[in-house]
T-cell receptor, first 114, second 113 residues
Framework: GDSVTQMEGPVTLSEEAFLTINCTYTATGYPSLFWYVQYPGEGLQLLLKATKADDKGSNKGFEATYRKETTSFHLEKGSVQVSDSAVYFCALTLASGGSYIPTFGRGTSLIVHP | NAGVTQTPKFRVLKTGQSMTLLCAQDMNHEYMYWYRQDPGMGLRLIHYSVGEGTTAKGEVPDGYNVSRLKKQNFLLGLESAAPSQTSVYFC????????????FGPGTRLTVL
């Protein structure tokens, strides 16, 4: 079945450091790919998305490129801030054979120190 | 727009008790989902609905039932709560399944003693 694998955390960085959170997927077909962020005590909210190969999603300084050849959607940010501390989830959606089940990775916790 | 709301925010149950979690969305979305979130497990889909009057099983449906009598509401029921159902429950909705993001509610923290 479809699956999403993301790097285990926590990822601990100093403020202004470069961030990469790896995400790879397995899917039959052409999924849409998403990154969600969850701040403590809150629900998930969309960070960025890409719906076809080579698309780049971007928001709030975060970027991710849909790489079909490597089945990856890695999240990057050039300079993290303390306020970026949160849990980040990679996810895919794929409508296949009447099934509409979204698939999420297990989440990666990011801790940014001043 | 309130977005997605969930009721209640917190609940403590004893083993064997029943309860219903209510999810409401005001965005006219067709698709609605119930997830549970447990430490180290990420989000797991319990049930989902592709429209009013329809429901389908997700990854972990056992012990739960759902109903979607109105387009804007999606109810999750626990008929006989068990300690293994202690979790944080999230409801979400989306306009379409493939290209559109899900909008999440704030969650319900459920403890079963």
């Amino acid at each position: 079945g479809d699956s999403v694998t993301q790097m285990e955390g926590p990822v601990t960085l100093s403020e202004e450091a470069f961030l990469t959170i790896n995400c790879t997927y397995t899917a039959t077909g052409y999924p849409s790919l998403f990154w969600y962020v969850q701040y403590p005590g809150e629900g998930l909210q969309l960070l960025l998305k890409a719906t076809k190969a080579d698309d780049k999603g971007s928001n709030k300084g975060f970027e991710a490129t849909y790489r079909k050849e490597t089945t990856s959607f890695h999240l990057e940010k050039g300079s993290v801030q303390v306020s970026d501390s949160a849990v980040y989830f990679c996810a895919l959606t794929l409508a296949s054979g009447g099934s509409y089940i979204p698939t999420f990775g297990r989440g990666t916790s990011l801790i940014v120190h001043p | 727009n309130a977005g997605v709301t969930q009721t209640p925010k917190f609940r403590v149950l004893k083993t064997g008790q029943s309860m219903t979690l209510l999810c409401a969305q005001d965005m006219n979305h067709e698709y609605m989902y119930w997830y549970r979130q447990d430490p180290g497990m990420g989000l797991r889909l319990i049930h989902y609905s592709v429209g009013e009057g329809t429901t389908a099983k997700g990854e972990v449906p056992d012990g739960y039932n759902v109903s979607r009598l109105k387009k804007q509401n999606f109810l999750l029921g626990l008929e006989s709560a068990a300690p293994s159902q202690t979790s944080v429950y999230f409801c979400a909705s989306s306009l379409r399944v493939l290209f559109d993001e899900q909008f999440f509610g704030p969650g319900t923290r459920l403890t079963v003693l």
